[in-house]
């Protein structure tokens, strides 16, 4: 498998990534929308591990744990964690997110986080690299079973945050609720003023309440072009 190194933020820790699964802004934004109370999470589906690393890193209260069923990406994440020294509040584990039941106790983890593929299995032409493939399409895990894990693993009050693509939000929010995990917090991220939306960022609360907040529109670019400063906060430019 060949990595490429690459700094977390300018100055900051290097972590090895692949080119069938690159880190992608998705993932950094989502990690920024999760950040909060928590100290027992869980990345389901968590690649390479820059979820983990980024919540670890924005806080000393948390533990992470990473489940991975690709055995290649497994490693790498482990790698990353010991390369940016968290290894003693990370664990990366191998598994299948359709049998946490046989991985992990009910109630585990009061947070929960996943980057989850965002085409159904079928619905267009397939990479032809498994990793990438298993990455984009639905073909190893469904939305409804991402949900379901979820909901096993997640408290009464526990969070799962996940970012998706808004021509599904429909999909992922009858899921969410399906499950017992109330959506109560949502955000549209766009490439431009002006633009539709291209990512959707999104909380449930697994028991919560009724009652949805849609928080101001994440923009990535100004009229000009240029990053807008809430972009260079997140990552720390």
């Not at 069938?20 to 993932?27: F, K, R, Y």
């Not at 790498?76 to 940016?84: G, P, S, V």
């Not at 990370?90 to 039941?101: L, M, N, S, T, Y």
Request: aromatic fraction near 4%.
């Amino acid at each position: 498998m060949n990595t490429e190194k690459l700094a977390l933020w300018p100055g900051g820790p290097e972590i090895r990534q692949t080119a069938q699964a690159p880190v992608g802004t998705d993932a950094v934004l989502l990690a920024d929308f999760a950040a909060g109370k928590g100290k027992r999470g869980i990345d389901l589906g968590c690649g390479s591990g820059i979820l983990s690393l980024l919540l670890l890193l924005g806080s000393e209260a948390l533990r992470m744990t990473g489940l991975e069923l690709n055995a290649a990406a497994a490693a790498l994440a482990r790698e990353n964690l010991e390369r940016c020294g968290l290894s003693l509040r990370g664990e990366i584990r191998q598994g299948d997110i359709r049998r946490v039941r046989e991985l992990f106790q009910t109630g585990s983890f009061d947070l929960a986080v996943s980057n989850p593929p965002y085409f159904p299995k079928g619905s267009g032409r397939s990479a032809p690299d498994p990793q990438r493939a298993s990455a984009r399409e639905e073909a190893d895990c469904s939305l409804d079973e991402l949900c379901a894990a979820a909901a096993y693993l997640l408290p009464t009050g526990g969070r799962l945050c996940v970012v998706y693509r808004p021509e599904r939000l429909s999909e992922l929010l009858v899921c969410m609720t399906a499950h017992a995990i109330e959506p109560k917090r949502l955000r549209l991220c766009c490439h431009r003023p002006g633009s539709a939306p291209n990512l959707v960022l999104v909380e449930g609360r697994r028991g919560g309440r009724p009652g949805l907040k849609l928080e101001p529109i994440l923009l990535l670019t100004d009229g000009a072009g240029n990053e807008t400063e809430e972009l260079r906060r997140i990552y720390r430019r």
